[in-house]
């Protein structure tokens, strides 16, 4: 996982020239599985869509995907290294595809929670991932398990939560229906707590959103994802741009020793 997380880290190190493109780029990804086996932690939850619309499921494993990236384009799409990739639901209504579909990558901003996800919603999700995303990949496979199903309430929780409280036992929005047995309560009071620590303060990576896109129709028929990456930190910029100043010059000089013959 570390090693994964540092690839995506020097990706991105020339992200802030590559968030201001308007076209941010595409990827094909197939799922190849339930991400730490989460699927089989079968938890009822709610949600309010709309006033009039309420979704009730039992098996809350749909939200966490491990995927195969097989290609991608856009200056975003291009930077991400092909191969396994993790993504998170952001759409309760929709499946997911199964096959390896076509999605258009879009700011976070533009998440299906029931129109444009508002500016403090993002920052939340940010430092979600900042700070606990690393951590469900550790411990052991049951403690993995139930993280990652923490950290999709919590993506949900946030996206869809109406009121100014982030609380998983209560609504308006979305909420978790509590249970003696299945692992709710433990699963939901570890995500409340990951929620109570934002604050604002934590570190924070930069987050997309993945909207499927059909060949034929042109239309989002499946459901929309999330991914992200870390943000580099300011000491690494710096040193990039150090190493590139310095390969700029070694060039400079070869070009001129081989001018002078």
Excluded at 86 to 106: Q, V
Excluded at 168 to 173: A, D, S
Aim: proline letters at 7%.
């Amino acid at each position: 996982m570390r090693i994964r997380v540092a690839l995506l880290a020097a990706c991105f190190l020339a992200l802030p020239a590559i968030a201001r493109a308007e076209y941010l780029g595409s990827m094909n990804l197939k799922k190849v599985g339930w991400l730490n086996g989460d699927r089989s932690l079968p938890l009822r939850f709610e949600a309010q869509i709309t006033p009039k619309v309420k979704v009730t499921k039992y098996k809350s494993g749909y939200g966490a995907f491990h995927m195969v990236k097989t290609s991608g384009t856009g200056p975003i799409g291009t930077l991400v290294p092909n191969g396994t990739f993790d993504a998170f639901c952001m759409d309760l209504r929709d499946p997911l595809a199964s096959a390896t579909t076509f999605y258009e990558i879009r700011p976070l901003g533009d998440s299906p929670n029931g129109g444009p996800l508002a500016p403090a919603k993002q920052e939340l999700l940010r430092e979600l991932w900042g700070r606990y995303y690393p951590s469900i990949y550790t411990g052991t496979a049951i403690d993995r398990r139930t993280k990652t199903e923490a950290f999709s309430f919590c993506v949900w929780e946030i996206g869809y939560e109406k009121s100014g409280k982030l609380d998983l036992t209560k609504g308006p929005g979305f909420w978790v229906q509590q249970q003696k047995s299945l692992g709710t309560p433990a699963v939901s009071s570890l995500a409340n707590g990951w929620l109570a620590s934002l604050n604002g303060k934590g570190p924070k990576w930069n987050l997309w959103s993945l909207v499927p896109l059909t060949s034929s129709t042109g239309k989002n028929v499946y459901q929309d994802l999330m991914f992200g990456v870390p943000v580099p930190e300011p000491g690494s910029l710096a040193m990039l741009a150090g190493l590139g100043l310095t390969l700029a010059a070694a060039a400079a000089r070869r070009r001129r020793r081989a001018a002078r013959g």
